[in-house]
């Protein structure tokens, strides 16, 4: 694990490190292929530069977050906010599924947005008008 993310989780709860830590093992043990670093003051994967999955602790809860979720079609997984991502909350490492959250990593590979051209395809799609 990056030093910067381990220096993240070892910032949180007790509990809340566990889910941290376990979280950030499966990501890199099934994302082999990502970047990843600290985005936004938390921990983001990226594939070809497109943030795919990340997590960050929350006022009640350390939220994994998947930028294109909302089109995995999981019913686990709730929309989370303008764009394509879904997220789920966790409270203990008890809560965490390690088969979904296999299955969920390997969608993420599949399913990806273009996030970092969207502002860039925004501004091409402006100056045709």
């Given amino acids: 694990m990056k030093t910067e993310i381990q220096a993240y989780n070892d910032k949180q709860t ?3 490190k566990e889910i941290c830590d376990q979280l950030a093992l499966t990501i890199n043990n099934e994302l082999t292929e990502a970047e990843n670093k600290i985005w936004h003051a938390i921990p983001v994967w990226f594939l070809d530069g497109n943030p795919i999955v990340g ?3 929350l006022k009640d809860s350390v939220r994994l977050l ?3 979720g909302e089109t995995f079609e999981e019913e686990k997984l ?3 906010g303008k764009f394509k991502a879904a997220d789920i909350r966790y409270t203990s ?3 965490i599924n390690s088969t979904d959250l296999t299955r969920w990593l390997k969608k993420s590979r599949e399913i990806q947005w273009d996030y970092k051209n ?3 395809r925004k501004g091409q799609l402006e100056r045709l008008k």
């Fill in 14 to 16: 007790p509990v809340d």
């Fill in 118 to 120: 969207i502002v860039k």
């Fill in 55 to 57: 997590y960050g602790k």
């Fill in 78 to 80: 709730q929309k989370e």
């Fill in 93 to 95: 490492t008890d809560q």
């Fill in 66 to 68: 998947f930028w294109s």
